[in-house]
């Protein structure tokens, strides 16, 4: 089983957090800017799949937002590294995703390329899709999310603006993935 879902990582804006300061002081949380020449993203766009049984996490980070095409590559992406590492389910090749709604989710692209990659991967032995699409408007159901809230806290710096590389080397850090050139979002 394994729990996909899309999250962004704010270069500026700060994480909810709880803390304790001198009674009688108020805390302030000063508001980041990056410079006007800064080549950056103010937020990076990252695809994310979480398996319960052994705590680990798969990313791909993206050049853009996501869209069909993009999810599309990352299952794929995904599915390469399910099979890589052996993971079954049923005593069949098969991958149990959990995700939500969103509309590159659901959209006739996606359906289609889940479709004839099953089809493909049965002919030829490979990690099957069996797509598990949670309620509308419940991402709490998501046991991923609670984990891009503690990713987020775990990789902030009050200090100073963290370059899009260092946000990406913080994200995989913490989550103890390996830092992946970003996927594409080609745009035909």
Not at 31 to 58: H, I, N, T
Request: glycine share 6%.
């Amino acid at each position: 089983m394994g729990y996909l879902d899309e999250t962004w990582w704010s270069r500026l804006a700060q994480p909810s957090l709880h803390a304790w300061g001198e009674e009688g002081k108020p805390m302030k949380l000063h508001g980041k800017a990056v410079a006007k020449d800064d080549p950056d993203p103010k937020a990076l766009s990252c695809y994310g799949v979480w398996f319960p049984g052994d705590e680990r996490m798969l990313l791909r980070f993206v050049t853009g937002r996501p869209v069909s095409a993009v999810t599309t590559e990352f299952l794929a992406w995904a599915c390469g590294q399910l099979k890589q590492h052996g993971k079954t389910a049923w005593l069949l090749t098969a991958w149990l995703l959990t995700w939500d709604n969103a509309s590159w989710h659901v959209s006739q692209h996606v359906r289609g390329w889940i479709k004839a990659h099953n089809r493909a991967a049965k002919k030829e032995g490979g990690v099957r899709i069996v797509v598990c699409p949670l309620p509308t408007k419940s991402p709490w159901l998501n046991p991923i999310e609670p984990k891009w809230l503690h990713g987020k806290r775990a990789i902030l710096e009050p200090e100073r603006v963290l370059s899009a590389l260092e946000v990406r080397e913080r994200v995989c850090a913490h989550f103890q993935c390996d830092l992946l050139a970003p996927i594409a979002q080609n745009l035909c």
